[in-house]
């Protein structure tokens, strides 16, 4: 039986609108996915190797977010193979095959990425407020702010979930009056998680500024490969991609946007995103390779005291810098005629005059 024109339009609108909304923004998860695994392998091995009770907890966090991010992962894959096996094909039938049971499916599904993406984002706000948190030291002040961001971003976007299963389910009365309020509480989420990365940011910027004569004279001793990682691993630090691209999911809010392909880009790229970055984090420190709480190594032949955070009047004598669960020097000395690095191990007993000059991490 030959197809009318009517049906193959319809075939041909709904194969485009697949590509368009479904299968080029797979494509992108997948490739930020399997960049995810790679650096989730680098994570686990540079962890494990420390042999920290903080180093395993900091691993089960970002296995935690890279097992949500495989999850959503999955969960689209099926969605693109539900509209090539079924939707489509369907179109040729009048009425549509099992059209409502499909709708549910896709509800249910849609409900779990945001829930399992929103736990992420509340795992990733942890790491990403305990990195100021260290690099500042442990101030109160810093503390407190982190702590109500940290609150604000996870309340709000938990409470966006319980709006989507209100407007999903009708049936839960308890839930109904959120109903009405999705949209604006999805905008406060989102508002709130990119402020706190915004501020976190700024943070790291700041920290980053005040060390700047260090940091300008560790590049200028560098070597080219040196030079080019020691920029990118600031970089990293900083959060300054992580930062832009939480404002640019916050342009999904605004109506014309929501109809275009932008929003499924937009939320495949933060799935993977959310988990991403804090492991990068994880992994510079790891390594030993921040260079707001490490020592740099000169070789000007002069014995020099590099400052990376706030000091007390006491003085210190260390040669030894913090990894993932151990405890970061705020000074530390590079001796004269040494060229090279000398980062502790993660099992090294540190020694200290003043109690206010290190942090726990």
């Known amino acids: 039986m030959a197809l009318t024109e009517a049906e193959v339009d319809a075939v041909r609108l709904a194969l485009a609108e697949t590509t368009d909304f479904r299968i080029f923004p797979l494509l992108v998860e997948t490739i930020l996915w399997a960049i995810f695994t790679v650096l989730i392998s680098m994570a686990s091995y540079t962890l494990l190797s420390r042999r920290q009770p903080r180093s395993k907890i900091m691993l089960a966090l970002i296995l935690v977010m890279y097992g949500f991010a495989t999850l959503d992962w999955a969960i689209d894959v099926r969605r693109v193979w539900t509209d090539l096996k079924i939707s489509i094909p369907a179109e040729l039938s009048s009425p549509l095959h099992n059209e409502s049971v499909l709708n549910t499916e896709n509800t249910v599904l849609h409900i779990i990425q945001s829930t399992t993406n929103n736990i992420s984002v509340a795992i990733g706000g942890i790491i990403i407020c305990w990195r100021v948190c260290v690099v500042y030291v442990w101030k109160k002040r810093v503390i407190a702010i982190a702590i109500f961001l940290w609150l604000a971003t996870a309340i709000t976007a938990f409470t966006c979930n319980l709006t989507q299963i209100a407007v999903a389910l009708p049936n839960a009365i308890h839930l109904r009056p959120l109903a009405s309020s999705q949209l604006a509480i999805g905008s406060i989420a989102l508002a709130f998680s990119s402020i706190m990365n915004i501020w976190a940011t700024g943070m ?40 832009a691209l939480w404002i640019l999911k916050n342009v999904m809010i605004i109506p014309q946007v929501t109809t275009t392909p932008y929003m499924n880009y937009a939320d495949v790229v933060m799935d993977i995103a959310v988990g991403l970055y804090p492991t990068l984090i994880l992994i510079v420190v790891a390594l030993q390779r921040s260079h707001l709480e490490h020592q740099f190594s000169y070789c000007d032949g002069k014995v020099e005291t590099l400052h990376f955070a706030p000091t007390t009047s006491s003085k210190l004598d260390l040669h030894s810098v913090d990894t993932v669960g151990g405890e970061a020097n705020v000074l530390v000395s590079v001796q004269l005629g040494q060229c090279t690095d000398t980062p502790s191990e993660s099992n090294s007993s540190f020694k200290t005059v003043d109690k206010h000059t290190r942090t726990s991490v």
Not at 218 to 231: C, G, I, L, R
């Open 204 to 243: 790291i910027a700041v920290r980053a500024w005040q060390s700047r004569r260090e940091i300008r004279r560790h590049f200028a001793n560098s070597d080219p490969k040196s030079f080019t990682e020691s920029v990118l691993t600031l970089f990293v630090e900083t959060g300054a991609v992580y930062t």
